[in-house]
T-cell receptor
Framework: EPEVTQTPSHQVTQMGQEVILRCVPI?????FYWYRQILGQKVEFLVS????????KSEIFDDQFSVERPDGSNFTLKIRSTKLEDSAMYFC?????????????FGPGTRLTVL | DQQVKQNSPSLSVQEGRISILNCDYT??????FLWYKKYPAEGPTFLIS?????DKNEDGRFTVFLNKSAKHLSLHIVPSQPGDSAVYFC??????????FGAGTILRVKS
């Protein structure tokens, strides 16, 4: 069964450093998403991406964040200058279409630890 | 953001019995609801969904009920199995792609 994959599974970085989290969505899916879950808190939407541009973003997704589809398979989340509060599990998801009844399928997540 | 609430942090059920997980929401613009299951160190796995125009959807052992007037939905698992032990998240979608998640309920199925 096709699945969303994410690398690395765990990333440790120093505050102020840039990190890039990588995702390979399901191959025939057109919509891509990033969510995060800070320890002990809810899963929160960050951004959705379609046709090489952001379709929706939350207030969390400020200028420190960016997303890119650098080739036909990868989808990346970049955090330019990490802060301690960026420590969280970051989940990538994808869906076939963007219809309201379309299911989003999640990857296993990347645990980001900012020291 | 308390738009989606799962008021029970945990639930313990005997194997073979019914598990009922509850979810309340406040935003009347939500038009689609989903349940995800999550094991430790894994991402959320889609279980079942329901459109706001329906009041019930069934898939094998899993049934989701939606009461729009009460802004309440529930997930029934019958019969419960030890492998169902996980965190269950209720999620809702407004127009657009963004999912709003509840805090999750830890289900423990005892054998």
């Amino acid at each position: 069964e096709p699945e969303v994959t994410q690398t690395p599974s765990h990333q440790v970085t120093q505050m102020g450093q840039e990190v890039i989290l990588r995702c390979v969505p399901i191959s025939n899916h057109l919509y891509f998403y990033w969510y995060r879950q800070i320890l002990g808190q809810k899963v929160e939407f960050l951004v959705s991406f379609y046709n090489n541009e952001i379709s929706e973003k939350s207030e969390i997704f400020d200028d420190q964040f960016s997303v890119e589809r650098p080739d036909g398979s990868n989808f990346t989340l970049k955090i330019r200058s990490t802060k301690l509060e960026d420590s969280a599990m970051y989940f990538c998801a994808s869906s076939e279409e963007g219809y309201s009844t379309d299911t989003q399928y999640f990857g296993p997540g990347t645990r980001l630890t900012v020291l | 953001d308390q738009q989606v609430k799962q008021n029970s942090p945990s639930l313990s059920v005997q194997e073979g019995r019914i598990s009922i997980l509850n979810c309340d929401y406040t935003n009347s613009m939500f038009d689609y609801f989903l349940w995800y299951k999550k094991y430790p160190a894994e991402g959320p796995t889609f279980l079942i969904s329901i459109s706001s125009i329906k009041d019930k959807n069934e898939d094998g052992r899993f049934t989701v009920f939606l009461n729009k007037s009460a802004k309440h939905l529930s997930l029934h698992i019958v019969p419960s199995q030890p492998g169902d032990s996980a965190v269950y998240f209720c999620a809702a979608r407004e127009y657009g792609n963004k999912l709003v998640f509840g805090a999750g309920t830890i289900l423990r199925v005892k054998s």
